[in-house]
């Protein structure tokens, strides 16, 4: 049994079902503090956000599509049809190549510029692209590391372009800031600028080894444990 300070509830958003409330949490609230609260993104700026695709990722082109920001998604693979993200970034680069051709391509469709933000839900592998994807004084939010959790830096580039990073982790904040966040984010649900992305599946408790197998499966869509 769990039990929770009535101050971290949040009303459920209306146009959510109970199941998709469940699922968008984590995925809100650290791209909400990443995006807004840290690199604090305005109107009209540009970010590129690094594993558009992802749950994450997709959360953050949503919340910089809401607040005018024109967004550049960054993944090995385009986000699916049908989803949140796909239907928001009107331009997309692969990681396929070198750190060097992702940073060049973003530097192309901003005319030479770079990103004011670079949202890195990946991190590690894709650092060194972010970085040289970054506009002078740009932001780079960091949330993760796959593959290495050390990289190289260039202080040089780093303080003369007055690049700024920042490390974001929402496990830091307990159910109450959590909530509060929550509760700020409803009415983006609730007008429809924000959509969670569809359930996939849904599992009885009985069944809930098979609901983490589907997700080591990168079932696409997220996936529920309803008792």
Known sequence: ML???????????E??????????????????LGAVEAAQLAKDEIIAVFGVSGGVGGAVAQIAHALGARVI???RVHPADGTP???IIKEFVALDGS???TASEIKRLTAGRGADVVYDAVGGVTTPAALASLARRGRLVVISAVGTRTVEIDLVELYRDEIRVFGCNSGHYDVVESGARLQ??????DS???????????????????????VE??????VVICP
Do not use: H, M
């Open 3 to 13: 039990t929770v300070p009535a101050a971290a509830l949040a009303r459920k958003p």
């Open 192 to 214: 429809g600028e924000f959509r969670p992305l569809p359930i996939a599946n849904r599992y009885g408790l009985e069944n809930g080894q098979d609901a983490y197998l589907a």
């Open 99 to 101: 750190a060097r051709d």
């Open 217 to 222: 499966n990168r079932i696409r869509g997220r």
């Open 85 to 87: 993200a796909a239907s």
């Open 73 to 75: 998604g960054v993944d």
């Open 15 to 32: 146009r959510l079902s109970f199941e998709e409330a469940s699922a968008v949490g984590v995925n809100f609230v650290t791209g909400w």
């Open 184 to 189: 700020r984010l409803a009415p983006f649900f």
